[in-house]
């Protein structure tokens, strides 16, 4: 994915369900399963585990700056690709 770093992309990851935070009985029936996230945002930083994405860019006095960071684990994802602008 080297190529891909600071370039816009689509990254479809899988993630668990959480839960709904409050006491049920265990015999309710209660989902399982994990959920099918997809994200757009430009490809920062790559490690041998995770990448970065974020969402939100902006250059201030030759500072760059971002807003909305995800750090994605690289055993999730089903699928990244360029977005071409």
Do not use: A
């Not at 006491?23 to 996230?37: A, E, N, P, Q, R």
């Not at 690289?74 to 990244?80: G, L, R, T």
């Amino acid at each position: 994915m080297v190529d891909l770093i600071n370039k816009p992309v689509y990254v479809e990851w899988f993630d668990s369900r959480g839960g709904n935070g409050r006491w049920d009985f265990i015999d309710d029936d209660i989902k399982m399963g994990v959920v099918l996230c997809k994200t757009l945002g430009f490809l920062i930083k790559e490690s041998e585990e995770y990448i970065l994405i974020i969402p939100h860019l902006v250059d201030i006095d030759d500072d760059r700056q971002g807003c909305g960071d995800m750090m994605i684990y690289k055993k999730q994802i089903k699928k990244i690709q360029e977005i071409v602008l």
